[in-house]
């Protein structure tokens, strides 16, 4: 079974610094993979997709991902950090064997200072 | 307007009182699930739908049902709820059974059990 490890559960981050939240998943075959956020009581928003076409993945609200099949990682990385992004932010992953099924990570919560 | 829609909002209710979650989905979407979210633990799935009539357990189904007899719609029952049942719900759903295009979540439901 696939499993999903996000590196830090609270992040803080000034405005105008860069965001870097770490995803880890175990499957040795390369899945579809996700990044996830979460507004405060809100349901989750898609932020961006892998599904084995580019390794560097651009998404919504200027976030970006990169895909490393050798380190089996899906880093999120946004360059300048506003208030407005703090949320949590969840990783997840699809083995295209497993019927669509996604696995979370924990998640971790992003704190933007002044 | 494609969305998930849930409900209810928020939910409390005392023990071993039958309640049903309803979710709908209006994208034609063939694949629904349930998960629960818990601070820490992130979403675990509940059950999910591959399509009319096929259901079938994810990872914590303990406590409870599912039923899919219309393609938009995919109730969670909790036939006896117990205070550990007290989480985040939601419903999610995907065009593909693959697991390649993500998920479209419902907005939650905040269930108290007393």
């Known amino acids: 079974a696939q499993s999903v490890t996000q590196l830090g559960s609270h992040v803080s981050v000034s405005e105008g610094a860069l965001v870097l939240l770490r995803c880890n998943y175990s499957?040795?075959?390369?899945?579809?993979l996700f990044w996830y956020v979460q507004y405060p009581n809100q349901g989750l928003q898609l932020l961006l997709k892998?599904?084995?076409?580019?390794?560097l993945v651009k998404g919504i609200n200027g976030f970006e991902a990169e895909f490393k099949k050798s380190e089996t990682s899906f880093h999120l990385t946004k360059p300048s950090a506003h208030m407005s992004d703090a949320a949590e932010y969840f990783c997840a992953v699809s083995d295209p064997d497993s019927w669509g099924k996604l696995q979370f990570g924990a998640g971790t919560q992003v704190v933007v200072t002044p | 307007e494609a969305q998930v829609t849930q409900n209810p909002r928020y939910l409390i209710t005392v023990t071993g009182k039958k309640l049903t979650v309803t979710c709908s989905q209006n994208m034609n979407h063939e694949y629904m699930s349930w998960y629960r979210q818990d601070p820490g633990l992130g979403l675990r799935q509940i059950y999910y739908s591959m399509n009319v009539e096929v259901t079938d357990k994810g990872d914590v189904p303990e406590g409870y049902k599912v039923s899919r007899k219309e393609k938009r719609n995919f109730p969670l029952i909790l036939e006896s709820p117990s205070p550990n049942q007290t989480s985040l719900y939601f419903c999610a759903s995907s065009l593909s059974i693959a697991g390649a295009d993500g998920y479209t979540f419902g907005s939650g439901t905040r269930l108290t059990v007393v």
């Open positions: 499957s040795s075959v390369p899945p579809y």
């Open positions: 892998y599904t084995s076409a580019a390794t």
